[in-house]
């Protein structure tokens, strides 16, 4: 089993920034791929972006040029550093973690950009 603990998350105007943490901890030989995934009220979970454990990343559309994911394997954490929010950033942000897939899944964050 891995355990994830996610902090990091608040409200920020539109173009602050906020960083996000997640520390994982447990049977962490097993992961590979970690990530961060959000979910607006209404709307289904989306990646927002992943990293390997060969430091490779994909982000979503909407959060390139903004959003660095990034990782201390010395730490077991991953990262998500957001500049220039936005309003449509507000979601619910989750960490998750995997041998390849996501196969675990951290409590949640709450991100909220005003306008």
């Known amino acids: 089993q891995v355990q994830l603990v996610e902090s990091g998350g608040g409200l920020v105007q539109a173009g602050g920034s906020l960083r996000l943490s997640c520390a994982a901890s447990?049977?962490?030989?097993?992961?590979?791929?970690m990530g961060w995934y959000r979910q607006a009220p209404g709307k289904q979970r989306e990646l927002v972006a992943i990293i390997t454990s060969s430091s490779s990343t994909r982000y979503a559309d909407s959060v390139k040029g903004r959003f660095t994911i990034s990782r201390d394997n010395a730490k077991n954490t991953v990262y998500l550093q957001m500049n220039s929010l936005k309003p449509e950033d507000t979601a619910v942000y989750y960490c998750?973690?995997?041998?390849?897939?996501?196969?675990?899944w951290g409590q949640g964050t709450q991100v909220t950009v005003s306008s």
């Open positions: 447990g049977s962490i030989f097993r992961i590979n791929t």
């Open positions: 998750g973690v995997g041998a390849r897939g996501i196969d675990y």
